[in-house]
C-alpha cells in the first residue's frame, strides 16, 4: 500500500541518513530485552536493545557539526564523495519520544519543542531491534514459528499507526567500504512500498534514481479504533534497487506494495476490536496480547508458509481470531487460498511462499509510530477499513486534540508454536494450515 511510502517522503524531506560516524553525540542504544521461548525449555531473556533509523539523525560534514550535508549537494554530489565528506551522528532518544523500561518500548509522534516553549514537534520515530553484539539487526526467523507481543494503543487515535512489523533489510545494515555507520546507526532501510530514499544500504542514491525494495510482513499496524496484519511478498530476495516507475511500482513493480490484508472491519465485522463502550471482543482502552503464527505445509521450519494465524489474549482470556467470509466460506487467517481468492497482485510476487522464504533467511523487526499527511490514515481506519471519519486522521487535528499520541510495545517473545502465550487451550497449536473452511 502506498502508506509507508507517504511517511517515507515526508520524513525524508528534511532528514537524511549517512555512513560515517560522527563524534558529538556518542551513541547509545536503549536496551529493549526480549525472550525466545521453547515448548521444553520456556522462555529465555536476550539482552537486545533498539536503535533509532538513520533517516532521522543528523547529518553534517565531517569536524563541522554546523554545515549540514545534502544528498545531491556540493558536500554529496555522488556516494563516496558523501561517504568521504559528511558524518552521521549519535541522538538522545528520549528528546525524540523514544523511551524503553524493562521490556516495553514507548514511542511518541510529537515531542516538545524546546526552542518554542508550550508547542510540539513532529518525531514519528522508527526503531529496529538490535542483536545482542550492539552493531548488527536481530535476525528474526519466524518459518514455522510464532511471535507474541503486548500492546498498548489507547492513546492512538484515529489516523494514527502504531506499527510492528518485518523488513528483510540487511542484518549490518549494509555496512561496507561507503557506510561505515551501519546497523548501529540504523542504516540500511527497505520496505514492500521501493520507497525512493536519499540513501540506500547507507550509500547515497543521488537524485533518487532508485528505491529500496524488500519483503515485508506487518503483523500490526493498528490504532485504537482499527488495525490489519498483512504480507507484502517481493519477488527479489534482500535489498534490492529498483529503477524507474515500472519496476518500483505496483502493476509491474518487483514487489507487492498493496498485499494479501486480513482486516475483518471491511467485511462487515464492526465489534471486534475498538473502544469500549460500546463493549468490543478487544477492548482498546486495555493493554492486549497479540500472537501471530506463522504455519508451513509440514509444520516445520524447512516448509512452505502456507497461513498465517491471529490471537489475542485479554484479561486472563485467550480470543480467537474473528472469522470472515470469503467467496461464501468462513476464514480467520492468512492463508494461500485466502490470499488466491483476494490478493492476485500478492499471488503474482509468490504469494505466501515468497513471504515464507524471507522469513526463513531473517528479518529484522521494526517498531513505528506515524501519522499519515496525505491521506490521514484512511486506507487503515476509515470509510471501508473502520470506523473513522475521512477528516479525523488530518495530523493538525490530531496534535490539537492529542499531542501525547502514543504507542507501548512490550513482553516480545518468540520461538515454537504454543511456546509464546498463556493457556493455549482449544485455540492454540495448529501445525499444518488447514485454509479457508466450509
Not at 554546523?66 to 556516494?79: E, F, I, Q, R
Not at 551522528?89 to 518500548?105: F, I, N, Q, R
Not at 510492528?164 to 555496512?175: I, N, P, V
Not at 501471530?292 to 481470531?321: H, S
Request: proline share 4%.
Amino acid at each position: 500500500m502506498v502508506h509507508k511510502l507517504a511517511f517515507l517522503t515526508g520524513l525524508t524531506a528534511s532528514l537524511v541518513s549517512a555512513q560515517q560516524i560522527g563524534t558529538l553525540t556518542p551513541e547509545s542504544h536503549p536496551k529493549l530485552p526480549t525472550k525466545r521461548c521453547t515448548l521444553s525449555g520456556g522462555c529465555q531473556t536476550v539482552s537486545t536493545s533498539i536503535v533509532l533509523d538513520a533517516f532521522q539523525r543528523p547529518l553534517h560534514k565531517i569536524g563541522d557539526p554546523s554545515t549540514a550535508c545534502v544528498v545531491g549537494g556540493p558536500l554529496c554530489p555522488d556516494a563516496a564523495t558523501c561517504a568521504a565528506n559528511c558524518a552521521l551522528e549519535g541522538v538522545d532518544y528520549a528528546s525524540l519520544g523514544v523511551k524503553t523500561d524493562g521490556d516495553a518500548l514507548t514511542l511518541n509522534q510529537w515531542v516538545s519543542d524546546p526552542s518554542n516553549p508550550g508547542q510540539y514537534k513532529t518525531s514519528s520515530p522508527r526503531t529496529y531491534l538490535v542483536a545482542e553484539d550492539g552493531k548488527n539487526y536481530e535476525a528474526v526467523k519466524l518459518l514455522g514459528k510464532e511471535i507474541s507481543f503486548d500492546v498498548d494503543v489507547s492513546n492512538l487515535p484515529c489516523g494514527m499507526n502504531g506499527a510492528f512489523y518485518l523488513s528483510e533489510m540487511l542484518m549490518d545494515g549494509g555496512r561496507g567500504e561507503l557506510n561505515a555507520a551501519g546497523a548501529e546507526y540504523g542504516t540500511g532501510y527497505c520496505d514492500a512500498q521501493c520507497p525512493k530514499l536519499d540513501f540506500i544500504n547507507g550509500e547515497a542514491n543521488i537524485n533518487k534514481t532508485h528505491g529500496a525494495c524488500c519483503n515485508e510482513m506487518d503483523i500490526f499496524e493498528a490504532n485504537a479504533r482499527a488495525k490489519s496484519f498483512t504480507p507484502h511478498p517481493c519477488s527479489i530476495e534482500r535489498v534490492y534497487k529498483c529503477t524507474g516507475d515500472t519496476e518500483c511500482g505496483q502493476s509491474q513493480g518487483v514487489c507487492d506494495q498493496w498485499g494479501c490484508t486480513y482486516n475483518e472491519y471491511q467485511k462487515g465485522v464492526h465489534d471486534f476490536y475498538g473502544l469500549a463502550p460500546p463493549a468490543k471482543t478487544i477492548d482498546t482502552t486495555q493493554k492486549f496480547t497479540v500472537t501471530t503464527q506463522f504455519l508451513t505445509d509440514n509444520g516445520r521450519e524447512d516448509g512452505v508458509l502456507v497461513e498465517i494465524r491471529r490471537l489475542w489474549y485479554q484479561n486472563g482470556k485467550l480470543i480467537k481470531n474473528a472469522a470472515i467470509t470469503v467467496d461464501g466460506k468462513s476464514t480467520d487467517s492468512v492463508s494461500t487460498q485466502f490470499c488466491e481468492k483476494t490478493s492476485s497482485w500478492t499471488m503474482q510476487r509468490g504469494g505466501l511462499k515468497t513471504m515464507g522464504e524471507a522469513m526463513g533467511r531473517g528479518m529484522v523487526l521494526i517498531f513505528s509510530i506515524w501519522a499519515d499527511e496525505s491521506g490521514f490514515m484512511n486506507w487503515l481506519d476509515a470509510e471501508d477499513s473502520g470506523p473513522c471519519s475521512a477528516t479525523e486522521g488530518d495530523p493538525k487535528l490530531i496534535l490539537q486534540k492529542k499531542p501525547d499520541a502514543r504507542v507501548t510495545f512490550s513482553n516480545i517473545k518468540w520461538g515454537e508454536m504454543g511456546s509464546t502465550y498463556a493457556s493455549a487451550g482449544k485455540y492454540g497449536v495448529r501445525r499444518v494450515a488447514k485454509g479457508l473452511s466450509a
